[in-house]
């Protein structure tokens, strides 16, 4: 069974920058897209960012440029700095891993851009 554990949320200035990280257990991390998605309050949960076992990555044009997405397969971890924050980027952050049939989601990491 595959756990996803997401940590770096918190309250952030705008302009100000955060790093997000999801440790894995369980699964052959490798193989597998790793994902970011992240709900806002009445919205739907949204694409973020994710990045595929090779290394290739794709952002959501609202994030390019500010945030980017990587990973450590011998750590089983996927982080995500974020810098020049804005408001609307205040969202839960979800941790996702996804290929081969499964679909794994982490529990969320609250991040909140305000002044």
């Known amino acids: 069974q595959v756990q996803l554990v997401e940590s770096g949320g918190g309250l952030v200035q705008p302009g100000g920058s955060l790093r997000l990280s999801c440790a894995a257990s369980?699964?052959?991390?490798?193989?597998?897209?790793m994902g970011w998605y992240r709900q806002a309050p009445g919205k739907q949960r949204e694409l973020v960012a994710r990045i595929i076992s090779s290394g290739s990555t794709h952002y959501a044009d609202s994030v390019k440029g500010r945030f980017t997405i990587s990973r450590d397969n011998a750590k089983k971890t996927v982080w995500l700095q974020m810098n020049s924050l804005k408001p609307e980027d205040t969202a839960v952050y979800y941790c996702?891993?996804?290929?081969?049939?499964?679909?794994?989601w982490g529990q969320g990491t609250q991040v909140t851009v305000s002044s």
């Open positions: 996702n891993m996804f290929g081969l049939g499964v679909d794994y």
């Open positions: 369980g699964g052959i991390f490798s193989i597998y897209t």
